[in-house]
C-alpha cells in the first residue's frame, strides 16, 4: 500500500494543475499578504492556515522557506485525507530547504483525529521541534497517515520520541531520514501498541537515555522494517541501542543495523515475550549483539544474515553525522549525491545483492544482479551496481547467452534491461553496446 500512496503523493504535488479532483493551496513563507488567500498568487503565509482552508482530497504544497511561529507547529490536519508537501517531494534539495521550524516551542505535527493512509506527509524538514512529554516531530493517536521523503531531525521529546510517537496507530514512514533527535525511550521512533511500517528509512545518530535509541517498542504491536538503515544510534544507560522491543513484534528485513550503541544490546533487545524475524539482514555482532530476555522468541535466518562491513560511502561513527551517507560503495556504479553522479570505489559492499530474492529489484539501475541489496536505498533508483551492463543473464561473463537474450527481444519497444543505450528499442545501438563488452568477465 506504502508504494502507491506514495505515488500518488508525489504525481499531485508535481501535476497538481491537470487535476480536476482536487483543489490546491498554496503556503509561501515569504508571502507579502498575511494570511493571504491560498492562490499561487496569494500563498497561505503559514502552514495552519492552508490546512483549515483545505477539504478531503486537496494538496497542500508549501514552497520552500523557514516556517516557524504560531500557525506553522502543532500543525493538525484535523482527520483530513489531504496531502501536505513540498513542491517537489522528490528533490533532495527542495526538502532540505522546504522546513518546519517550531524552534523548540511546540511539535512539528499533531495527527490525533483518525486520518487514515490518505493524509499524506511528504518532502518535509522537520527540525526543532520539542514537547516535554511524547512525539516532538510528529504526534500520531489513532490514526493512520503516510509519511514519506521527509527529513525528521534535531527534534527532542522528554520522555518518548523524540522525532515520532505512535500509539494505536499505524502510519506508513517511506524513505525518510530520521536523525539527531533524542528522547528519555525511543530517540527516533517510540510505538505503543500499533502497526508501523518503515520502508527505505535511515534512523542514524539518534540518543536515548533509558530503552531504544533508535526505536523502542512497547506492547501488543507490529513493527515492520524493510530496507532499512539503522546505524550510529546510542543510549546513555540502557537496553537497545538499535531497536527495544517489550511485548511486541518486530520484522527486520533488507536491512542493515550496525553501529548503535548500549550497554545490553546494542543492535536489538527482546524483553518481556516480545518476538522478532530477522531475515537478509546486515547486523553487526549477528546474534552476539542480540539480547534475547526470558519468554521472547528469535527468528533468525542464518543462511541469509550476514555480519560484514556494510562499506558505506562515508561513515566514521567518531566523525560529524552531517558527513555520512549511507550508499553502498561499489565497483561498478555508486550514487554520489554531492555531484549528482555516478562514480566508482575500489569497494563492493556486501550488502549489494544480498537482500530477500522475492523483493523486487526492478528500479534499482541496470546493472544489478537481478536481487534487491540492503538498506535504505535498496530496491530505489539510487541502489548501487553491479556487474556489467551486457551481462544480461548475469552469469559473469558476456558471452553468446547474452547475445541471445538480446536477440530474443530484437525490435521490441518496451522498457528493458535489453534496451543497452536507453532508446526504447532493442536494436543495433545495444548490439553495438554488447559487442564492446564481449568476453567481459567478473573479477
Known amino acids: 500500500m506504502h508504494n502507491k500512496v506514495l505515488i500518488t503523493a508525489v504525481f499531485v504535488c508535481l501535476a497538481v494543475s491537470v487535476s480536476n479532483a482536487a483543489n490546491t493551496i498554496y503556503v509561501d513563507a515569504a508571502s507579502p499578504n498575511d494570511p493571504g488567500t491560498g492562490t499561487s498568487e496569494d500563498p497561505f503565509r ?29 500543525l493538525d490536519p484535523n482527520g483530513k485525507s489531504i496531502i501536505i ?46 514537547n516535554a512529554e511524547t512525539g516532538a516531530g510528529i504526534y500520531c493517536y489513532k490514526s493512520n497517515p503516510t509519511i514519506s521523503n521527509c527529513i525528521i531531525k534535531d527534534n527532542m521529546a522528554n520522555n518518548y520520541g523524540g ?33 508501523a511500517q518503515l520502508t527505505n528509512c535511515i534512523i542514524s545518530d539518534n540518543h536515548a537515555v533509558s530503552y531504544g535509541g533508535g526505536v523502542d517498542c512497547y506492547g501488543l504491536g507490529n513493527l515492520i522494517l524493510i530496507n532499512c538503515t539503522i546505524i550510529g544510534n546510542s543510549l546513555e544507560d540502557g537496553f537497545g541501542g538499535g531497536i527495544c522491543s517489550w511485548g511486541s513484534s518486530v520484522n527486520l528485513r533488507n536491512s542493515v543495523i550496525w553501529s548503535n550503541e548500549a550497554i545490553l544490546g546494542p543492535q536489538l533487545v527482546l524483553l518481556y515475550d516480545s518476538n522478532a524475524s530477522v ?27 550476514i555480519d560484514a562491513d556494510p562499506c558505506f560511502a562515508s561513515f566514521d561513527p567518531n566523525g560529524d553525522p552531517n558527513l555520512w551517507d549511507f550508499h553502498l ?32 529489484w526492478t528500479v534499482e539501475p541496470w546493472p544489478n544482479g537481478k536481487r534487491i541489496n540492503m538498506g535504505a536505498y535498496g530496491g530505489t533508483n539510487q ?12 552469469d559473469g561473463i558476456v558471452n553468446f547467452p547474452d547475445l541471445a537474450e538480446l536477440g530474443n527481444l530484437w525490435g521490441e519497444n518496451q522498457e528493458a534491461i535489453e534496451d543497452l543505450d536507453n532508446s526504447g528499442t532493442i536494436d543495433i545501438g545495444d548490439l553495438d553496446i554488447l559487442a564492446e563488452n564481449w568476453l567481459w568477465k567478473k573479477q
Open 383 to 394: 541502489a548501487s551496481k553491479s556487474g556489467n551492463i551486457a551481462d544480461l543473464n548475469i
Open 85 to 130: 508537501c513540498s513542491n517537489d517531494p522528490n528533490d533532495p534539495d527542495i526538502i532540505a530547504q522546504t522546513i518546519i521550524d517550531p524552534n523548540r516551542a511546540g511539535r512539528g505535527f499533531y495527527i490525533h483525529t483518525g486520518e487514515d493512509a490518505n493524509c499524506v506527509i511528504s518532502g518535509l524538514t522537520i527540525k526543532n521541534a520539542y
Open 46 to 74: 503559514r502552514i495552519q492556515d492552508g490546512i483549515d482552508y483545505a477539504v478531503s482530497d486537496d494538496n497542500v504544497v508549501i514552497r520552500p522557506g523557514v516556517y516557524t511561529g504560531p500557525g506553522n507547529y502543532d
Open 329 to 360: 560503495q561499489s565497483k561498478y556504479g555508486r550514487w554520489a549525491p554531492n555531484s549528482q553522479s555516478w562514480v566508482t570505489d575500489s569497494n563492493t559492499s556486501s550488502c549489494i545483492d544480498a537482500g530477500d530474492p522475492n523483493s523486487d
Open 279 to 305: 531475515s537478509y539482514c546486515n547486523v553487526q555482532g549477528g546474534q552476539a549483539e542480540v539480547y534475547i530476555g526470558s519468554g521472547c522468541v528469535l527468528t533468525w535466518d542464518a543462511n541469509s544474515n
Open 163 to 195: 522525532a515520532i510517537f505512535c500509539a494505536s496507530s499505524g502510519p506508513d514512514i517511506t524513505g525518510c531520514t530520521i536523525t539527531g533527535n533524542s528522547a528519555n525511550s525511543g530517540g527516533a521512533l517510540e510505538c505503543w501498541p500499533c502497526t
